[in-house]
Antibody, heavy 120, light 110 residues
Framework: EVQLVQSGAEVKKPGATVKISCKVS????????MHWVQQAPGKGLEWMGL????????IYAEKFQGRVTITADTSTDTAYMELSSLRSEDTAVYYC?????????????WGQGTLVTVSS | QSALTQPASVSGSPGQSITISCTGT?????????VSWYQQHPGKAPKLMIY???KRPSGVSNRFSGSKSGNTASLTISGLQAEDEADYYC??????????FGGGTKLTVL
């Protein structure tokens, strides 16, 4: 069974950096890209970026370029999303999501989400 | 990359059919057969319902179907049931190799 288990909720001050983890099991970590998706309270889903665990190559959404870093540790089958220069608008649930053998364009499996609260 | 355009809300009675549209551009929806749809209940992670425009993952009811014409994709839910009440999001692959979501549609089952 494929599982994506994310780290726990975080509370950060404006200007700080947060790093969230996503540990996978049930499939070969390097087979599929890992994506990160932001969902602010009461708002929609926003794609942040992806990492190819095979070679570490990343692609980021323009909105988050320069503030987000997505990495993959193949020794622990864990992906990370680091978001810097936090502001109140970054208060959101962050999901990791990955594809499957059906193709790389969709998100078959999701983590449970990690709530990040940015508050002074 | 702008978000794909979805209606904010749709509604239908049990047993009826509804369709949710998702409009993009030739750089995303219109350019690739890589549109997917997600169902999200409050407080839960999204669930994949349709991928590659019209394919259903194993375990998803055949009441859910997808299609595409030009730059607009559609999700149709037939035989509406109370448990279908949720938010629905479309997503597409883009010419920049990024992904983009729609703004989301709240489905109310009357």
């Amino acid at each position: 069974e494929v599982q994506l288990v994310q780290s726990g909720a975080e509370v950060k001050k404006p200007g700080a950096t947060v790093k969230i983890s996503c540990k996978v099991s049930g499939y070969t970590f390097t087979d599929y890209y890992m994506h990160w998706v932001q969902q602010a309270p009461g708002k929609g889903l926003e794609w942040m970026g992806l990492v190819d665990p095979e070679d570490g190559e990343t692609i980021y959404a323009e909105k988050f370029q320069g503030r987000v870093t997505i990495t993959a540790d193949t020794s622990t089958d864990t992906a990370y999303m680091e978001l810097s220069s936090l502001r109140s608008e970054d208060t959101a649930v962050y999901y990791c999501a990955t594809a499957s053998s059906s193709g790389e364009a969709q998100f078959d499996y999701w983590g449970q989400g990690t709530l990040v609260t940015v508050s002074s | 990359q702008s978000a794909l355009t979805q209606p904010a809300s749709v509604s239908g009675s049990p047993g009826q059919s509804i369709t949710i549209s998702c409009t993009g551009t030739s750089s995303d929806v219109g350019g690739y057969n890589y549109v997917s749809w997600y169902q999200q209940h409050p407080g839960k992670a999204p669930k994949l319902m349709i991928y590659d425009v019209s394919k259903r993952p194993s375990g998803v009811s055949n009441r859910f179907s997808g299609s595409k014409s030009g730059n607009t994709a559609s999700l149709t839910i037939s035989g509406l049931q109370a448990e279908d009440e949720a938010d629905y999001y479309c997503s597409s692959y883009t010419s920049s190799s990024t992904r983009v979501f729609g703004g989301g549609t709240k489905l109310t089952v009357l």
